[in-house]
């Protein structure tokens, strides 16, 4: 289900939803083909990526007054195409007012994890709060003319290829900078085409994402049966033939 769901995202947001539509060749080796009409731009032509702000533990001497303690998030709050802000997990940091109107995430804003366990991607909603982003979280808002649905979907499958990987240092510990993201391709439909393929793959995938979770608590409840059937046997409750 999960490689069905993957590869789901990827026929639409590379070959768009006409199946009749001609094709041409991207010029870039990793996307391959893409319908004859669509544009492929680099990410910062398209977008404005902005890395969060390094941990601050106290605000500077004298200027205590300037700074408020802030909702943050890191990249154990993102997962794969979705957000895990459960309330013991968000924490809180140091902003002054410059930084919050540059960290502040915003509706249709998206984040990705710029360390550790690289491109990560969630779509950040409206969940309530006010809340900003740690420098291990590249915040990153599309322009006018580009759908920021659409615009997650190709970025979770640009992850799925191990093209950001690919790219990144792996010496020590990735990291996804925004110089490297900057320049990542992007294929681009028409405004309405992105819409519509959006709009497809949100009904898609929340019919595989409801097919997974039957699947996962089938496994559980197989899993609690398998331990109950073993303690059973070791300790005697049941009988062997």
């Avoid at 990410?43 to 001497?61: F, H």
């Avoid at 979280?137 to 997650?152: E, M």
């Avoid at 309405?192 to 979770?213: G, M, P, T, V």
Wanted: glycine share 4%; hydrophobic share 35%.
């Amino acid at each position: 289900l999960q490689e069905l769901k993957q590869s789901v995202i990827t026929h639409a947001v590379t070959k768009g939803l006409n199946p009749n539509v001609e094709m041409k060749d991207s010029g870039v080796e990793w996307i391959g083909k893409v319908p004859k009409h669509w544009k492929v731009k680099r990410l910062k032509n398209c977008s404005t990526i902005v890395l969060g702000k390094m941990l601050m533990s106290n605000p500077p001497a004298g200027s205590e007054n300037k700074y408020t303690l802030e909702k943050y998030l890191k990249s154990k709050n993102i997962g794969w195409l979705q957000l895990n802000i459960e309330d013991d997990n968000i924490e809180d940091m140091w902003f002054n007012d410059y930084e919050k109107s540059l960290y502040k995430l915003r509706e249709n804003d998206i984040v990705m994890n710029e360390g550790g366990d690289i491109g990560k991607i969630a779509l950040w909603t409206d969940v309530g709060f006010d809340c900003y982003i740690q420098n291990s979280i590249n915040k990153i808002t599309s322009n006018h003319n580009v759908d920021a649905q659409y615009l997650a979907y190709w970025l979770y499958n640009v992850s799925n290829t191990g093209y950001f990987w690919s790219i990144v240092s792996q010496i020590s510990i990735a990291h996804l900078t925004k110089e490297k993201l900057s320049n990542t391709k992007v294929a681009l439909p028409t405004y309405e085409e992105q819409q519509n393929i959006a709009a497809y793959l949100n009904k898609r995938c929340a019919s595989i994402d409801s097919s997974i979770s039957k699947a996962q608590h089938q496994v559980e409840l197989l899993q609690e049966y398998k331990q109950s059937l073993i303690t059973e046997v070791v300790t005697g409750k049941r009988k062997v033939s």
